[in-house]
């Protein structure tokens, strides 16, 4: 240990460059595995929780987590691999208060085993009782620790207290702990509420809005709660043949449930990428240390030939390796923390920052430990080994401190150049890929006009408007208002818009098609809206006409649909006049084709799809209570507080929500993306900066070590341009290896990215020369500085010193 101290604070400048090398190198990856241990790996933070585990329907269509009520009566029934299995919803609750104006808060509607399954009962007052969880007796909520600090200020005095939710009065009778408000799972959750199932909901098979988690009792493994589940899918494809195809379940722990696969594999694609700096890091290092064991050379052969044994050498050289890189992940992990802090303050869940709660948690600084530890053996041992097999004599007979590098030495220093160019050109490459296909992504004609929309959700209690005809009394006078607005050129409603997806999948089928061919019959996403909406939107009719404004519900069913929808089911002929039927469950529903429209993309889904066919339905044939509404207008922002008061007017106890631009909204949507992008932007920089720094010390290394060889050319009459060209070239060999070399590598991690974001990336060529390009300039100029140093020796100098 005393050595290897004394070793280093005889080479100070060697001693800070690894240290902040290592602590870039170790930071980042601390960082990363931060990130990748909160949102992935952390356990939910329930007692127990890795009993807790949600249901999932694998379908057709893909993954389900929502059940209608009949499906989880089946469940619950039919399996004792639970100890509790309970069902919550998801649901925007109009908040009004006296001298306020009415607010959208998010509430969760839950069934009566919420909170033994959980595992957590409120720190103040009590949970609900059975009696409150049946329908009609649910006038009560339990707030969220987050909701109660806010608008209560922490007051114990709460409970008892009333609340007006969607025009009904409700009593708060109990605050849940700060650790329950999970933003994972809960979002920004004010409160939770029992559910109070209509009779639609307790007997339709397809209204599917409930989420099931289950507790599994103690032994039982989730591999047996899914055969139990087995049966259960079998019977409900059996029995009900038309409101199902391809069912089957699995369960997954509740904290590993809450990240999808695209998520899931960027994170992983940023540990992996983090990886890279630092093993240019290492390789950076691993030069550095044999240029000094080259330095050191006669010094080591001195402690050999007084007897000091190689095995002594090598672990002289590794407990300095050692204490560098120890010293560098303390650093790394300062430098982790001010990473945290940033990205905790600037990625969103649940639509809002300071969500993460990245910590350097135990595990994590355990990670940062074995990490700087192996860092220290990997770029410690090879130096090692090669400086302890020097032979003594010819060391010793040096009189040169720079002139007894190995051939050995020689090329594992060029191979580590070799690797650094290559893995910072993979950095380079997939950052570079990235923001291309980001700008392309963003800047794409998506088939309609993002310029000068507005849009917002307008929820509607299902208690209030429990009838069809109440809806669309409703949707007619929000609409008329809307309208009605100065400054508004048009105004819509739907059930979705493209800038959110349009969800709602359901199967159709032809006259010609055989409807009880489930498994092979095309999804389409269903849409409904009102007359103006492509008007709005600025799509364009391309075949037919649409419905006019005054449709009415018992009018003869009609539906427009995409360009490729009818491209895929009448290639050769007009779809106009045809009969298409839509599946929803027991229901087969004919309607006449009377317009095609150009297809609509959704600028803010970076996946595919689920379906690229859509059906567009008249809104008074299937009125939801839950609509969006759009407006087009030359100023959309500047009507925003415009547009709330004139739904206010309408029903004040209905506030509108997520009243938003198209360029907010896809700020929000893109948002986390954008941050995705900028770590790859500071890793290929990273990766950049130390492939150039470690470029430059090798060819300043052998500058250093071939004085008096460029002395005797000099001196022999060769041109300082020739001494130039002989140090640049044997650069730039090293760095065109590692070119094509980081030129495969690159291609392969933009068509991993491509596989993760096929709609945002894809592998480009153009891209990735421009990368490469660009890293051969930095190597020049690396090189460039060494070599003229060379061209600038004086033959006397460099002769007396041989």
Known sequence: MKHAFRSLAKSPGFTAIALLTLALGIGVNTSMFSLLESLLLRPAPFPRSTELHQIIANTR?????????????????????????????????????????????????????????????????????????????????????????????????????????????????????????????????????????????????????????????PGITPEQAVAELGPVAANQLKDFPKDYNDLSYRVTVLHKAQMDDTSRQILWMLLGLSGFVLLIACANLANLQLARATTAMRDLAIRAALGASRARLIRDQ??????????????????????????????????????????????????TFLVATATGVLFGIVPAWLSSRADVVDALKSQSRGSTSSRGQHRMRQALIVAEVTLALVLLGGAAVMQRGFAKFVQKDPGWDTARLLTGTLPMPEKRFPQPADRIEFHRKVLARLAALPGVEAAALATGVPIWGYGTDRQIHTEKQDASDTRNLPLASHVMITSDFFNVLGVSLLEGRMWPADIKPDDPKVIVINQSLARQLWPNQSAVGQRLASINGAENTWSEIIGVVRDADSPGEIGNPSTPYQVFRPLVHEPWSWVRFAIRAPAPAALVESVRRAIAEVDPDLPADEVLTVPQALDRSNHNLVIVARLLIGFALLGLVLAAVGLYGVISNLVAQRTGEFGIRLALGARPSDVLQLVLQHGLQLTAIGLLLGFAGAYGVSRLLNAIMPRMVSPDTLALSGMAALLFVVAILASWFPARRATKVDPLIALRAE
Do not use: K
Not at 115 to 137: H, K, L, Y
Not at 343 to 365: F, N, T
């Open 61 to 217: 269509q893909g993954a389900r987590y929502q059940f209608s009520e009949v499906e989880t009566r089946e469940i619950r029934e039919r399996i004792s691999s639970f100890s509790s299995v309970t069902t919550f919803r998801y649901n925007q609750t109009a908040l009004a208060e006296p001298g306020r104006p009415a607010e959208r808060v998010l509430s969760i509607l839950v069934s009566a085993e919420f909170f033994d399954t959980f595992g957590v009962q409120p720190i103040v007052g009590r949970a609900f009782t059975a009696d409150e969880t049946r329908p009609g007796n649910n006038q009560v909520i339990v707030l969220s620790h987050r909701f109660w600090q806010q608008r209560f200020a922490g007051s114990r005095d709460v409970i008892g207290r009333t609340l007006r939710l969607d025009g009904e009065t409700v009593t708060i009778i109990g605050v849940m702990p700060a650790s329950f408000d999970w933003r994972f799972l809960w979002g920004m959750a004010g409160f939770w509420r029992p559910i109070n199932y209509s009779p639609d909901q307790l007997n339709s098979r397809t209204y599917r809005t409930f989420n099931l988690v289950g507790r599994l009792r």
């Open 318 to 367: 590794l407990v300095e390796c050692l204490m560098l890189s120890l010293a560098g992940g303390a650093l790394g992990i300062l430098f982790a923390y001010w990473i945290n802090r940033a990205l905790s303050a600037s990625i969103r869940i649940a639509g809002e920052p300071d969500g993460l709660g990245l910590q350097l948690q135990g595990s994590v600084l355990l990670v």
